[in-house]
């Protein structure tokens, strides 16, 4: 498969940053994490989610730095779990708590970070690819893995896509159609959850729950109808991300960082449209 994507490259885009493996390889990564990233921005920008977002991420480095504590060579798993649990944790005192949403995961994110950042201070250090994540490393392996995620979040979000959406804008009306709006969320943020843990090391903790929410933010602004909001958010991801790894090719800058600064310049732009259009 790796081999026909390479020709594919080759053919289509014959540049000179294109002529190293690593750029092909971050290239298709990109073009697999951005829609999913615009997908599931729209429902975390809906529903008022962004903080809780980014408490996944502190969540799932906790989450690598006890499978680094166990021994594991990669902990990608020990963190999905921890990062699902995590989510699970949080939307069901969110449900039974009469506590602010904001206030019961600023609790819990300020207290996985801590729990990460005590773990991994006493082994080896934090890698600075979870911080800011390294895209430019990424595998073959790797990214027949993303795949594998890639497809089952799609398959997933077509079949809740509507019960999260109409619980977002009215949550009786969920209800009077029979949608369990816990048992939803629950399974909408275990999806956040794995989409978090497993592109952070390439995309980092620093950046990640800025890609999620600004390509969303800025559909939000000029979108129409809901359609429009979706497709509007995928394209600024993928643009953002094709982007941003390009143009850190050319001004070696940190990829992630670059995404995320050409994802925030079209979010102005399209909140300069919205204003000037409401005058």
Known sequence: MMDAWYRLVDLVL?????????????????????????????????NRMAFFS???GHGAFTGIAIGGL??????????ALFSIAFSVVITLIKHYSKASTDTVIGVFSSTTIATGLVIMSRG??????LLVGDILSITPGEIAFFLGIFAVVIVLWILILNRVFLISINRSLALSRGINPLWTEMLFTAIIAVVVTVSLQWVGILIINSMLVLPAAAARNIAGSVRSYHAFSVASALVSGTGGLVLSYFWNTATGATMVLLAALIYFATLAVKIRFRK
């Open 14 to 46: 014959p540049f000179e940053w294109t002529s190293h493996i690593f750029m092909k390889n971050a290239l298709l990564a990109v073009l697999l994490f951005s829609p999913l990233f615009g997908l599931l921005g729209t429902m975390i920008v809906s």
């Open 54 to 56: 980014d408490a996944l």
């Open 70 to 79: 166990m021994g594991l060579m990669d902990p990608v798993w020990t963190a």
């Open 124 to 129: 080896k250090g934090i890698p600075n690819s």
